[in-house]
Nanobody, 123 residues
Framework: QVQVIDSGGGLVPAGGSLRLSCAAS????????VGWFRQAPGKEREFVAA????????TYQDSVKGRFTISRDNAKNTVYLQMNSLKPEDTAVYYC????????????????WGQGTQVTVSS
């Protein structure tokens, strides 16, 4: 069974950048779509970005288009979320998730979830 290990969060000023990482443990991401979701305090978890297997297709939430980039290194079993031009409203716990399907955008399509990594953007 694949374990999802997400990391890379931290505290950054508005306009700054962070790169989140999502690694597979106990298995590989081979054949899996991988997505990032986030949950801000008092709000429901929302979709941020997803990447297909092996990585030709990506999609983003409108609010992050042009600022965030999802990518994957299949040799390293790792998916990245590069976040630039961060805004205070990007503050949330970010979760990586893997889907046994090669393409997935809905939360209920994802089978394995990371523990989350906190991203805080100061104004």
């Amino acid at each position: 069974q694949v374990q999802v290990i997400d990391s890379g969060g931290g505290l950054v000023p508005a306009g700054g950048s962070l790169r989140l990482s999502c690694a597979a443990s106990g298995g590989t991401f081979s054949g899996y779509a991988v997505g990032w979701f986030r949950q801000a305090p008092g709000k429901e978890r929302e979709f941020v970005a997803a990447i297909s297997w092996p990585g030709r297709r990506t999609t983003y939430q409108d609010s992050v288009k042009g600022r965030f980039t999802i990518s994957r290194d299949n040799a390293k079993n790792t998916v990245y979320l590069q976040m630039n031009s961060l805004k205070p409203e990007d503050t949330a716990v970010y979760y990586c998730a893997a889907s046994r399907s090669g393409w997935a955008v809905k939360e209920n399509e994802y089978n394995y979830w990371g523990q989350g990594t906190q991203v805080t953007v100061s104004s």
